[in-house]
């Protein structure tokens, strides 16, 4: 083989030098640099599958909030709901409750009024009584021609009125 070699014009020494400071360079770069840079490579890849696994929490985690979210703000509108109505039926309640007590008034005031009417129609009748009393009176007076005792008269007079009643 070192005829072969020769012959090529590569000298069988240093190729066999050569190979050795290739394999005595190849076993320091494996050492030195490649065992840290596969180590540095298999941390960067267990990083980036935490990271993956921490995105696909963070994904599922938004994806029941938002499940929540919606669970809560139709909570929120069932509770709307029920506020606006009990609202409109206490609303009913107190509109009823105004109307009838607006008619109670009514009711009393025209009560009142009756009752005012009453009284001011018997006072009128009282004072028709003794105007009439007293033009009956005046208008016998002048048929007789002579004063007859007002008091005997007036009661005459009211006493014959009150029968007619």
Wanted: charged fraction near 40%; proline fraction near 1%; avoid cysteine.
């Amino acid at each position: 083989m070192d005829e072969l070699l020769s012959k090529l014009g590569i000298d069988g020494r240093l190729l066999i030098a050569q190979i050795i400071n290739f394999l005595v360079l190849m076993f320091i770069l494996y050492k030195v640099l490649y065992k840290p840079v596969l180590k540095m490579l298999d941390e960067r890849q267990s990083k980036i599958e935490t990271s993956l696994k921490h995105a696909e929490q963070i994904e599922k985690n938004l994806f029941e909030s938002q499940g929540e979210k919606e669970k809560i703000l139709s909570e929120a509108r069932n509770e709307a709901g029920k506020v606006i109505a009990e609202s409109k039926e206490v609303a009913e309640k107190l509109r009823n409750d105004l109307t009838n007590k607006a008619k109670e008034e009514t009711a009393n005031i025209l009560e009142a009024g009756k009752r005012q009417l009453e009284s001011e129609k018997e006072s009128m009748f009282k004072e028709l009584k003794k105007e009439v009393a007293d033009m009956v009176t005046l208008a016998t007076e002048k048929m007789l021609k002579e004063r007859i005792n007002d008091v005997v008269d007036k009661n005459t007079i009211e006493k014959n009125l009150e029968d007619l009643k």
